[in-house]
């Protein structure tokens, strides 16, 4: 993930020598790979509504072709080309994510290995608020924090894809919305504060992304019920 880290890298130290706050420049950082990912997200989103719309159509499929494999296929098929669908659409933007997470990851773990200033070797020791050393574990207060806020947006992520697939994600959702955070809550208090800011910021910045998407989860729902009334009445 050097490739990604580098650049990134470059972006702390300049964020740094401007501001003067490692702990400043950090969360800086993630409001902007946050901001550059809010595309990716509202793709993701957008792809799993769409999904959460056909899912009817879909059923009606597999129950009419359900001794005929082949022709369920084709017929789910010729679904998706008419509906504009992508049974893949949300696996891009997640691994784009991923790609993103892991840099920053590789970064903030190690961040002298992917910056060449000098003066970051000092400022990556700073305190922040009451964090004495942002390279050292803070063993309590962020680890809590980045769990809670990983717990709200998980929990609002799984209720935005509710309806797609639900049968199939029930059980790995009730594992992600408690086992993810428990793990977050964990390596938190294992790696540098620094990492531990980000995630809690990445992750309180995302539930006002969620927010915002339910916004638009409830209007498509609006428009699709007022589709249905003029289509009865037609």
Known sequence: MGILAKPLGFLLSWLYELIGSYGIALIIVTVIVKLCLYPVYAKSIKSTMKMTEVQPKIQEIQQKYAKDRELMNEKMTELY?????????????MVVQMIVIMGLFALLRNPMAYIDSDSMLFAIHEPFLWIQDLAQPDKWILPIMAAVATFIATLMSQNATAGANAQQTKMMNSIMKYFFPIMILWMARSYPA??????????????????????MRKESAEKRAKASKKKARA
């Open 81 to 93: 080309k008419e509906e504009g669908v992508s049974m893949y659409g949300g696996c891009l933007p």
């Open 194 to 215: 620094g990492l531990a800011i980000y995630w809690f910021g990445s992750q309180l910045i995302q539930i006002f992304y969620n927010m915002r998407f339910a916004k």
